[in-house]
């Protein structure tokens, strides 16, 4: 059985073209007319091969590279070793970001796990349904009634697309995913399993028994949106949930009724998000974080992982713990337990 390549190289650039791409800065006398013909990290990369250093972690694989062009900051280009040119400029992992984008385009975003074009005749597209040309529906795969998709949009196999759904242009929508009631802009990607639009969890507490409250919201997606796999996002119960322009969502995240997420957010893996919670622009929240209902997170705020944030944070404050308080405030009291357990080791034994 041979070995498949799943992303193959489109172009090989040399170093002059990755400078111009990069704004990077070469030394004197350095080779531009060298050829790259791969990409990898500083310990496995080799010669006619590009890597990039970033994290301080990684500082001691740079003396022992073969690569032979390596993107990096300022700090540590004199650590260079010979015979790899360094390629400096303020943010190498950005533009090492730029350059892979430039030699493995279809790894960007998903293509049709078919290898198809247009629609496969074993989907099953609704005839008021309304595909602009350039639509690809991949086997399995159910458009519904008057839903309206954008040119260039891949729907994966088996996902399903409700009814009245619009979707943007040269989108996708991975294998398995459900949109339904949602309104979805312009290059968004929904990876496989994602769940958009059904009912948010809404009911009238009471004795003899709990009340459906009917959800009647919608879910706008806007424009450049990634949502990672089995990623949740629950419709509105009376307003819409919106997710803004930008914002970058890991896989398995939950996504309450009523939540406003602003552009550019980032939001990572397993974090949870109750109804009616608001996120300003450009927030950051971490892994398994939790929030409840009805917060106000404010602009460039950041929320450390695992943090049970239960009260509003303001725009750029930086908080963690459970219940979640400002770091520094955080990190004190981590200290002073640390204190305490060393003073009086066996404090609460029984």
């Not at 998709?149 to 399903?160: E, F, Q």
């Not at 608001?278 to 992982?305: N, P, R, S, W």
């Amino acid at each position: 059985m041979t070995e498949p390549v799943f992303f193959r190289q489109a172009r090989a650039p040399t170093l002059a073209e990755i400078i111009a791409e990069t704004g990077a800065r070469a030394p004197g006398g350095a080779d531009l007319s060298l050829v790259i013909h791969g990409v990898g990290p500083l310990d496995t990369a080799g010669p006619g091969e590009l890597s990039f250093l970033d994290n301080p972690k990684y500082v001691e694989q740079l003396a022992r590279t073969r690569a032979s062009a390596v993107l990096i900051g300022e700090r540590y280009a004199s650590r260079t070793p010979d015979g790899v040119v360094a390629l400096v400029l303020a943010d190498p992992y950005r533009a090492f970001a730029r350059i892979m984008g430039m030699l493995f385009p279809d790894a960007l975003r998903p293509g049709s796990f078919f290898g198809a074009s247009g629609v496969s005749p074993m989907s099953f597209v609704h005839p008021e349904a309304k595909l602009e040309p350039g639509v690809i529906v991949d086997p399995g795969a159910v458009v519904g009634p008057r839903a309206a998709v954008g040119a260039g949009t891949i729907i994966g196999p088996h996902a399903v697309i409700g009814p009245d759904v619009r979707i943007g242009r040269d989108c996708a929508v991975g294998a398995g995913a459900t949109v339904q009631h949602s309104l979805i802009g312009d290059r968004v990607i929904l990876h496989p399993g994602v769940r958009i639009g059904q009912d948010g969890f809404g009911f009238a507490m009471g004795p003899r028994g709990h009340l459906k409250l009917p959800q009647v919201g919608r879910v706008i997606i806007q424009n450049d949106v990634e949502i990672g796999a089995n990623t949740t996002v629950d419709r509105g119960a009376n307003r819409d949930t919106v997710i803004g322009e930008g914002t970058k969502i890991d896989n398995l995240v939950q996504i309450a009724h009523n939540v406003t997420i602003g552009r550019h957010c980032v939001i990572v893996s397993q974090v949870g998000i109750s109804g009616s919670t608001t996120l300003a622009d450009f927030a950051v929240i971490g892994g398994q974080a939790g929030l409840t209902g009805h917060l106000k997170i404010g602009m460039g705020a950041q929320i450390a992982a695992q943090s049970g944030v239960m009260s509003d944070v303001p725009a750029g404050q930086k908080w963690g713990g459970s219940p979640a308080q400002p770091m520094r405030e955080w990190l004190k009291s981590i200290v002073l337990l640390q204190k305490l357990a060393k003073k009086d080791p066996g404090a609460g034994a029984s």
